[in-house]
């Protein structure tokens, strides 16, 4: 499984950390080797969404991620907002797929314009300029000009804007359920097989 094609996943500050770690699940189920980015914000909403008790200290906080995911050993590798060595910081060593996970506007809106402040946007602009693939699960509600705008300007630079928008067509029995919902449809965008939800017309 460790020839798998490894994936660059960040998290923001935005509501949603339930997406971000049941995608973060599923991709290590899968045996994908994960670049993890996790912002100061994200952090805060991950303690306040869940009750995951996540070290503050990279290291202890890649391992505490892969034995509550039964990763294999370096299979999770954490870097912190400015760490510029890491593989995601370069077109020469950045994997080919990205997701921000929880997406916040303040990210999309940073994305958009290039900013590259800390590492997050920089390794989001890597996957743009070398025409790979990003995907952005955007969760806000309501949506202002300045939003949808940035979501266009990225759409047509060849991201795929994935609103955290569970569907209910497949009658959802729990928080879980919908959380499923969101995930599948990322796995699917990345070419991963997925169980936890059949395709329109198929039954699971």
């Not at 760490?83 to 990205?98: E, F, I, L, N, T």
């Not at 916040?104 to 900013?115: F, P, Q, R, V, Y």
């Not at 800390?118 to 996957?127: G, S, Y």
């Amino acid at each position: 499984m460790k020839n798998k094609a490894p994936i660059t996943l960040a998290i923001t500050g935005a509501s949603g950390a339930q997406y971000a770690l049941r995608l973060l699940q599923a991709l290590v189920a899968e045996g994908h080797p994960i670049y993890l980015l996790i912002s100061k914000a994200a952090q805060m909403v991950i303690a306040v969404e869940t009750d995951l008790a996540m070290p503050s200290h990279h290291g202890k906080a890649a391992a505490f991620l892969e034995e509550r995911y039964q990763a294999y050993p370096g299979q999770i590798r954490l870097f912190g907002k400015e760490d510029w060595m890491s593989p995601v910081a370069s077109g020469s060593g950045a994997p080919k797929h990205m997701v921000v996970c929880p997406c916040s506007t303040g990210t999309l809106s940073a994305i958009a314009t290039g900013a590259s402040d800390n590492l997050i946007e920089r390794a989001a602009d890597v996957v743009l300029k070398e025409r790979n693939q990003l995907i952005l699960v955007v969760r806000e509600t309501p949506l202002s000009s300045i939003h949808l705008r940035n979501m266009l300007t990225l759409s047509d630079m060849g991201a795929v804007i994935l609103p955290a928008s569970p569907g209910f067509y497949h009658q959802p029995d729990s928080m879980d359920d919908l959380v499923d919902f969101v995930v599948a449809r990322v796995l699917n965008q990345l070419g991963i097989s997925q169980t936890l939800l059949p395709g329109w017309g198929h039954e699971q």
